[in-house]
Structure formats: C-alpha cells, structure tokens
C-alpha cells in the first residue's frame, strides 16, 4: 500500500508556506530558530491553517511560561522608534500568493497596502515593502525609520539588487518588472531614511506582521 501523502504548513521558517513532501518542508525549519510547522491529511487544511495563526495548532510550552513581548510597555529607552513605519510581507506557498503592508509603528495604523499577488515569496514581499516604504516617504518625511524583520531583504535594499533563487517565467513576469522597478528606483535614487531591523525577540512580532505565523 503507498504511503498516504501529507502537507506541510510553514508560519515560521526561511520561506513561510504549504509544502507538499517532507522534504521542502525540511530545508525551510532545519536550523531555522524558531521554526513553526505542522503536517496536515489534506492541501485545503494545510491552507486554511496557513491563513490562520499557528497558535491555534501547535502547543508552545514557551508561550504559556512568557508573555509575548510588547514594545509599548518597555522603557522609552528600550523602545524601537515610535515615530516609525514598520512593514511585513505574508506569502501563500513558495511561490504564492504574495502581499506586504506598511503601519505606524505609534498607532498601528495601516500606512499602504499591496496584493496579494501570484507568484511571489516573503523575502521578494519584504523587499518591495522596503523600498514602498522609503520611496513613499523620503521626500516628504527624510528620517522616518523604516522597520523590517526581514535581514535578507534589508540586505538587498542596501545593496540595491536582489538575490532571489525564484525563476522567472510567464506566470510571475509582473513580479519581476516590480523587482525591476524597485532596484531601478534605489539606483536612480538618493534616500536618508534609516532602514533598521527590528528586534522581534525584545520587542514582539512587528506591527506590520499579517497574524499568520
């Protein structure tokens, strides 16, 4: 009799989302800190949970003995800056369906928003959020910081060029020509706006974050 297939949810590895063999569930949690996932009977349950918080499937020992950080309640010294934008991106599948948003790290108020788009990944979402984020304000509001928890993707903002292993074809061409634009855009342009990474274990999971890890 052949093995009975499973699926596997990622919230929390390299590249978040629902993989259909053990194998490419393994390269996204193997060494990765942290690291949530789950295997699931079928693809729509392995989906529906993706889309929920991982909370509700898997027991955490660590969340029941600590109180999940919040930034607000530190002292002002400890605190990341508040007069901030945050930005997250959320990604269904590896590729999928790809959004990112920005939020005022103050009030949480949702600044932009964007997708979600086929065929994209979290770091090439994390990447376009940046790069909205700075554009959108370096003219108008010079040092707003701009946050992201994502070091791959600040990366690539600073060297003004991405390094995704996704390969173009037809069906992702528009994410490609966003790539394009973005780079294009740090190239031609000069900004001063800090990007900084945020520090989720001191700080919480960012504003920005879509609830689905």
Known sequence: MSKKRKYYTVWEGREPGVYDSWRECERQVKGFDGAKYKSFESLK?????????????IKSKAETIHEK???????????????????????????????????????????????????????IGEFLAIVHAVATFYKTNPNL????????????????????????TEKNLHIFNLIQRAEKWLQENTYSNPVLKWDTEKWGEIPADFGRK
């Open 145 to 168: 910081p701009v946050y992201s928890d994502s070091k791959t993707a600040i990366s690539w903002v600073k060297n003004k060029i991405t390094r995704t292993r996704l390969e173009p």
């Open 69 to 123: 950080p919040n930034y607000l309640l530190l002292p002002k010294t400890e605190q990341p800056i508040l007069d901030s934008i945050a930005v997250d991106a959320a990604c269904s599948g590896n590729p999928g369906k790809m959004e990112y948003q920005g939020v005022d790290v103050r009030t949480g108020f949702q600044v932009f928003h964007f997708g979600p788009v086929e065929q994209g990944t979290n770091n």
């Open 45 to 57: 349950e392995a989906e529906d949970a993706f889309l929920d918080s991982w909370k509700k499937f």
